[in-house]
């Protein structure tokens, strides 16, 4: 039996789009949820997986099924690539959200949301050929807000430049966890791939937090409170609709939504917790979006010509 025979029915573009504006909602919220959790990063990383994973564990028998009726190289490669996207989602987490612990929102969020430029790049990488013109002058508006925010954070007396550096990881690691979604979700109904990615990922945030000696229980009921719901809005909810609309939209696509987190995830810091945005924030996050919206533009006219 071969990965076409058992390819997952895809959403139509306009359903896809309703879902992705879904998970942009809930995603955004996430920002608020890690603010009012008072642990390590890496244990508030592991809880918003481990809680998702726990709720999809029952779809693990068929996600096992779905592998076995496949032929080995196609199911060797699902697998391979569930594993891998999930080995990047934890390494998503845990640099965003430890940016966060060390950043402004508006900081954070705004280097978060290069991940379409980095998809893009990966796929050229990949093989799709040299930049054009408007994803070359995209690119560099993207490093030149990049520069900006990082001057900006280096000269305030708040400044961070690692926790700017760990933001920016944060959004090549979400990308690489697109692309190599994009690759599963061609085989696997989202419940199997979700179950396997979110499962891998709470090994290696279980491992990463025991290895660190970081403490895993003893945490205020509010704390807990807005881990859970970290864990069942933003990632059963929020992530899980990114996935779910992988097998209608490419990557590239489905990281157009995430164009909305600096924005709405600035705002919801705004209206819930009072907290400013930087000028150097605004400026650089300005020349960021600007170069994004270029990047995603070049890339569907590319898709739509090729």
């Known amino acids: 039996m071969s990965a076409s025979d058992l390819k997952p029915g895809g959403l139509s573009r306009r359903a896809a789009l309703i ?9 955004s919220h996430a920002v608020i949820f890690i603010r009012l959790a008072d642990a390590p990063a890496l244990v508030i990383a592991l809880a918003r997986v481990a809680l998702a994973t726990a709720i999809f564990a029952p779809f693990g028998w068929w996600a096992a099924r779905r592998l076995a009726g496949l032929d080995a190289p196609t199911r060797r490669r699902s697998l391979v690539l569930s594993l ?26 705004v280097l978060v949301s290069l991940t379409p430029v980095w998809v893009a790049l990966i796929d050229l990488a990949a093989g799709r050929g040299a930049p054009g ?20 954070g280096a000269q305030r007396v708040d ?8 933001a920016a990881a944060g959004g090549l690691f979400m990308a690489l966890y697109l692309v190599a979604g994009r690759g599963a979700r061609t085989v ?16 290696l945030l279980l491992g990463s937090a025991l290895a660190l000696g970081l403490p895993l229980t003893g945490y205020t009921g509010e704390t807990l409170l807005a881990l859970t719901a970290l864990g069942l809005v933003s990632q059963v909810i929020g992530h899980t609709s990114y996935n779910w609309t992988l097998s209608t939209l490419p990557p590239v696509f ?11 995830g600035s705002l919801f810091g705004w209206l819930y917790l009072s907290e400013a945005i930087p000028p ?20 569907m006219r590319a898709a739509e010509t090729g």
Not at 19 to 27: E, N, P, Q, R, S
Not at 134 to 147: D, N, Q, V
Not at 194 to 200: E, S
Not at 254 to 264: D, K, Q, R, S
């Open 19 to 27: 879902v992705a504006f879904i998970g942009l909602a809930a995603v």
């Open 84 to 109: 891998v996207a999930g080995l990047f989602l934890a390494l998503h987490f845990a640099s965003w959200i430890a940016s966060l612990q060390r950043i402004t929102i508006a900081e954070s969020t």
């Open 133 to 152: 013109r408007a994803l070359g002058l995209a690119i560099l508006l993207c490093l030149a807000g990049t520069g900006v925010l990082a001057f900006d």
């Open 159 to 166: 400044g961070d430049p690692v926790g700017l550096a760990l």
């Open 188 to 203: 696997l109904p989202t419940p199997s791939y979700v179950g396997l990615c979110y499962g891998a990922a709470s090994v």
């Open 254 to 264: 489905v990281a157009i939504c995430l164009l909305g987190e600096p924005v709405l």
């Open 280 to 299: 150097g924030a605004a400026a650089g996050g300005v020349l960021i979006l600007a170069g994004i919206a270029l990047a995603v533009r070049a890339e």
